[in-house]
């Protein structure tokens, strides 16, 4: 089952429900909603059913900077993990609206590519761009899974 441009964008605009849904749950629902919604996302999205995905947070640093584990993801978006103590949980941080601007995509049959920029705008305006790489596969099911997800902050000269 090939992938097709018009899933890719939908796979970009879930995610980005999924981060403000984190960020809302958290508000109303403390870590414990926050956590729910993080875990559903991880388990529909992401390809942890494939193997490792290859996850390279945004603000991860140090020997925990890739997150090749379910358990590595779901405490960069969630925090509160003895295991991560730099882990502040970046879907906490208030996300209001998520959009996306394509640089290039690369299909191949059940693999495709993705690259651009992500901008991201919390409850109080505030706007963060990152550049963002994503990877997909088709699952047995021909669900779309996140198999690499690549994401930092723009170069500043």
């Keep these: 089952m090939a992938i097709t441009e018009s899933e890719i964008a939908e796979a970009r605009v879930a995610w980005g429900k999924a981060l403000v849904a984190i960020a809302k749950a958290y508000e109303v629902e403390g870590i414990?909603?926050?956590?729910?919604?993080?875990?559903?996302?991880?388990?529909?999205?992401?390809?942890?059913?494939?193997?490792?995905?290859?996850?390279?947070?945004?603000?991860?640093s140090g020997k925990q900077t890739f997150r090749p584990t379910r358990k590595g993801a779901l405490s960069y978006f969630v925090g509160h993990d003895a295991e991560y103590p730099l882990d502040s949980g970046f879907g906490l941080k208030g996300w209001r609206t998520v959009t996306s601007e394509t640089s290039a995509t690369f299909i191949e049959g059940d693999v495709a590519m993705?690259?651009?920029?992500?901008?991201?705008?919390?409850?109080?305006?505030n706007e963060t761009k990152v550049d963002k790489s994503w990877g997909y596969k088709k699952d047995a099911n021909g669900t779309l899974r996140i198999i690499l997800h690549h994401s930092s902050l723009p170069y500043q000269l």
Excluded at 39 to 54: C, Q
């Design 114 to 125: 993705w690259m651009g920029w992500v901008l991201m705008t919390d409850k109080d305006g």
């Design 32 to 60: 414990d909603g926050a956590r729910l919604i993080a875990e559903k996302t991880l388990d529909s999205a992401y390809g942890y059913n494939l193997g490792p995905v290859l996850f390279k947070p945004t603000m991860a």
